[in-house]
């Protein structure tokens, strides 16, 4: 997906820039220009010259973590994502899930509440290839998959949120229930 707004500057700048405001949400400190200005060492205007508005910012913010989560997945299967069939997309989404320490980071999309809306419906956008059940399979397998995911779903939220997250140890346990529900093993 292409960014709505204009962004400028050297691809480098700006993954500093965006790593830079990642590791002020990481802190539990909101994304600001001045406070993202202060974290990389540039002035205000310098980051403005980037992304010229909140929004610009918080795109690139989502867009950033949604790449990285991209490789992890992709990574997780061999074949093109296009090829792949619904249960090997989520198989590959679960192990991602359950095999990744998530950041507060990771939940980007929720941190402003000015634009938590159109960011949660871009990282659905971004999202939805890996982990869109198809309507047209039998309800049984539609259940099994839906269950999968949203298992998933829930350890990465518990990891972002620092909500009862899984231990190390109960991680590969919860990960084979999850293969279970779509018909692998772990």
């Known amino acids: 997906m292409t960014s709505t707004f204009p962004v400028r500057g050297r691809p480098s700048s700006m993954t500093s820039i965006l790593d830079a405001a990642l590791h002020l949400l990481d802190a539990g400190i909101p994304v600001s220009f001045d406070s ?39 990574r997780e299967l061999d074949i093109p994502l296009e090829s792949a069939s619904p249960q090997q997309r989520l198989g590959a989404y679960v192990r991602w899930a359950l095999q990744t320490r998530h950041r507060r980071s990771d939940l980007v999309m929720l941190s402003d509440p000015r634009t938590a809306d159109r960011m949660v419906a871009r990282w659905t956008e971004r999202f939805q290839p890996w982990v869109e059940v198809p309507a047209d399979l039998p309800p049984a397998e539609r259940a099994r998959l839906q269950a999968a995911r949203l298992l998933a779903d829930g350890v990465w939220l518990a990891d972002s949120s620092a909500t009862f997250p899984l231990t190390d140890d109960e991680r590969p346990q919860v990960l084979a229930v999850a293969l279970e529900l779509l018909g692998e093993q772990a």
């Open 36 to 74: 993202v200005a202060q974290q990389c060492g540039l002035t205000k205007p310098g980051l403005l010259y980037h992304f010229p508005t909140k929004s610009a910012l918080m795109e690139a913010l989502v867009d950033h973590i949604v790449d990285a989560q991209v490789q992890g997945m992709s």
